[in-house]
């Protein structure tokens, strides 16, 4: 993360006069908000020996004024850097602070908005590292908040600007999945270039039924000769047709389809190896609405619109030739109005494709509600607020149906315009190719006029149905973008070359110096130091939020340290084989998943092939194999939807105290709530584990016990003696034991 930013003119004479040489400052931040509060600069300069804090008023030096309360001095102030103890960032109401240690009392050094918490967060560790050692290296990645090309503000964090992408990158993209079925592709082609063929036929055939049958001069014989030969010819067209339509009504569906599944495939491949970074930025229901709502647009386009699109095209085309050389002046007053329908057309794409990109992101936030509100039903029931929940479903469905009435009303106004005009070039045909028929002049007669009259008409059907796949293309683009926005996300990088492979884990674990935080500009962990040897329990002790789910989390590698380590078997958990690393350990988290099917296979998950010995070995170790056969089918019991919690295996092991069997894992990693801890049955046959509780259990004693408090360096101790309940954790509290003491953090 870049740290250092150009320094305004009006502060060169400050920084010249602290720093001398610019080259030796290593921060320079401007906070958005001045010392009374308001929008406003406030400039952070920092080196290996000084802070400058400055702050600027109308882009000159901040002068103080005793009727203004200030919430931190106007006028500039210096610090000596190796003074700092220590800075870090506090929360606030509408903003947040930077705050330093020195010589025993806490300096505010300046006020910043939101929009600046990641950045400033960066700054309170690196001033901490430029105190200690002189010097810093950020690792953290800024997260693009703005499009680089139009500076217009993204919808998420490092996305991608709707306004910015490139439609053609995007169709180009789409098709590259006909590659796989290019024979049906290069058929529909087929079919689109013989429908233009006989499409432009038709109208010839009836050319010469008005001229050469109707109003010629020949004997009724020959002229009846050539009505039973044109109207063959009318019919042969129409069974081409019958036959064009019945191959393209058996492979079109089986290419969007396909195309479509394979889109869908390739999501949830992605889906599947993304890190969890990208589920806690995003809900379960936007990701839902990806995988089914934009597929289904994309499904539509490709389906009907696609198809249409090269089928019309061709048409046009073939029309336009047809129309010119029947007559070229003609052609040319009837394209008059073509103009103004391409303008239309372009003028109104970015805005109609910006409405449908708003409809997705809207339909995704009601889905997401959706989920989060029937996933939580109990809860909501529990505390009955069913009525609020009822109205903020009411507020993010009338968002929903105002935009849908924005879109469809603008596209429909677009339609209705786009048909007025395409009517004025039939006037046009009527008025000069009447004259030309009646003075016969540029050899026009009645039958060319009809015939180039139901060619204006086959013109204009395609310009109306460039219409409706201009709709179905802004949705199509709209939900590929967000499709490929999310197989473009970075995996979780299962397999790299100089990966270390570790097929036997021994368990030997070691934090040191671990610094985490899920929002980059709020840490959880701060330089947790702790070991934890091979054959230990051990138990991580703290309250609610203190991040002991966290630490396990990265011992499974859900997610990297943002700076320190975590070793196993002394080696960093970023060079191991993650494969090695997850099939070895089996986790229990605090709220344990079962998925639709039998209890057998869900016992099996992590070992599909387990036999039937093994799956009830597995369970007679957690001491579930009696609970299990009491069921009506035993291991063959269906846990649907409905029946997961009914079966009593929604909570880590049964009877109470026993974990959830777990096959072919060697390292059992465990986490419960309060009251939950029984270490009876906690250890994996032959293996270690790892107990995680959010209060000291009272029936044991773990071997280690290292306390946890958020903001601070964990330590190792012994574990305390039993006690009665209700009594040890008094004394503790009393004693101000880290474990239980209140703690405010950061």
């Keep these: 993360m870049n740290l250092k930013d150009p320094l305004p003119e009006a502060l060169e004479e400050q920084v010249h006069a602290h720093f001398g040489d610019e080259d030796s400052i290593q921060i320079a931040l401007a906070a958005d908000l001045s010392p009374r509060g308001t929008f406003g600069e406030t400039w952070l300069v920092a080196s290996a020996d000084r802070v400058l804090v400055a702050p600027l008023a109308d882009g000159a030096p901040e002068v103080a004024e005793e009727s203004a309360p200030a919430l931190f001095p106007a006028e500039a102030r210096t610090f000596p850097t190796k003074e700092m103890k220590k800075v870090r960032t506090e929360s606030l109401v509408g903003c947040s602070r930077l705050v330093a240690e020195l010589d025993g009392r806490h300096e505010v050094l300046l006020y910043y908005s939101g929009f600046h918490q990641r950045r400033f967060a960066e700054v309170a560790w690196a001033l901490g590292r430029l105190a200690e050692e002189g010097t810093f290296a950020s690792t953290l990645e800024e997260e693009a908040l703005r499009c680089e090309k139009c500076g217009r503000w993204l919808p998420e964090k490092g996305g991608i600007c709707p306004a910015c992408v490139s439609k053609r990158k995007v169709l180009r993209r789409m098709t590259e999945y006909l590659r796989p079925h290019m024979w049906a592709a290069a058929s529909l082609a087929l079919c689109g270039f013989a429908s233009m063929g006989l499409g432009v036929a038709q109208p010839q055939i009836a050319r010469r039924l008005i001229d050469d049958v109707f109003r010629a001069a020949g004997s009724s014989s020959e002229r009846l000769r ?183 009303s603008m596209w429909f106004r677009l339609f209705a315009v786009m048909n007025a005009i395409n009517s004025s070039g039939t006037f046009l045909v009527w008025l000069f190719g009447g004259a030309m028929v009646i003075f016969h002049t540029d050899n026009m007669t009645l039958g060319k006029l009809v015939a180039f009259t139901a060619y204006l008409n086959m013109f204009y ?52 110096n671990v610094e985490f935080g899920y929002d980059k500009s709020k840490p959880v962990l701060h330089e947790i130091s702790f070991q934890a040897k091979p054959g230990e329990m051990i138990g991580l002790v703290g309250r609610s939020g203190a991040g002991k789910s966290t630490l396990i989390k990265l011992l499974c590698r859900f997610y990297d340290p943002d700076r320190g380590h975590v070793l196993i078997d002394d080696v960093d958990l970023r060079d191991v084989e993650l494969a090695d690393l997850r099939s070895q350990i089996g986790l229990v988290p605090q709220a344990p998943l079962l998925f639709a099917g039998t209890i057998a296979e869900n016992i099996a998950f992590a070992k599909p092939e387990a036999s039937e010995e093994e799956i009830m070995e597995a369970a007679r170790a957690a001491n579930a194999h009696d609970f299990i056969l009491a069921k009506p089918n035993g291991y063959d019991t269906v846990l649907t939807q409905g029946r997961r919690e009914a079966a009593g295996l929604h909570r880590p092991g049964h009877p109470p105290g026993s974990p959830p069997p777990h096959l072919g894992r060697g390292h059992l990693v465990r986490g419960h709530g309060d009251g939950e801890a029984d270490s009876g049955s906690c250890r994996p046959p032959g293996g270690r584990a790892h107990h995680l509780c959010h209060r000291p259990p009272a029936e044991h004693a773990q071997e280690r016990r290292p306390p946890h408090r958020p903001g601070e360096r964990t330590h190792q101790g012994n574990g305390h003696p039993r006690r009665a309940p209700g009594q040890g954790r008094r004394r503790l509290q009393e004693a101000g034991h880290p474990a239980v003491r209140h703690e405010q953090g950061h």
């Design 226 to 408: 050539l009505l039973v030969f044109l109207v063959l010819g009318l019919v042969m067209i129409q069974v081409g047709h019958l036959l064009v339509e019945l191959w393209r009504a058996k492979v079109g569906p089986f290419l969007s389809y396909r195309v479509v599944g394979d889109i869908r495939a390739a999501l949830f491949r992605r889906l599947s190896v993304l890190s969890l970074s990208f589920y806690d930025r995003h809900q379960v229901g936007a990701i839902m609405s990806r995988a089914n709502n934009d597929t289904s647009s994309l499904q539509h386009f490709l389906c009907d619109g696609l198809p249409m699109m090269v089928n019309q095209s061709l048409l046009l085309v073939g029309i336009g030739v047809a129309l010119f050389w029947m007559n070229w002046k003609l052609t040319l007053i009837i394209l008059i109005p073509a103009p103004a329908i391409i303008f239309g057309a372009v003028f109104l794409w970015r805005y109609l494709h910006r409405l449908f990109y708003l409809w997705y992101l809207r339909w995704s936030s009601l889905s997401a509600f959706l989920n989060e509100s029937l996933s939580g039903i109990r809860i909501i029931k529990a505390f009955a607020q069913e009525p609020r929940t009822v109205t903020q479903f009411d507020g993010r469905n009338e968002a929903l149906v105002d935009i849908g009435v924005r879109t469809d």
């Design 461 to 512: 059907g395609p310009m109306r149905w460039f219409s409706n796949i201009y709709n179905w293309m802004n949705r199509a683009f709209a939900g590929a973008e967000r499709i490929f926005e999310v197989i473009d996300s970075e995996p979780d990088l299962y397999s790299r070359p100089d990966a270390v492979r570790l097929p036997g884990l021994k368990g030997e674990v070691t934090f040191e």
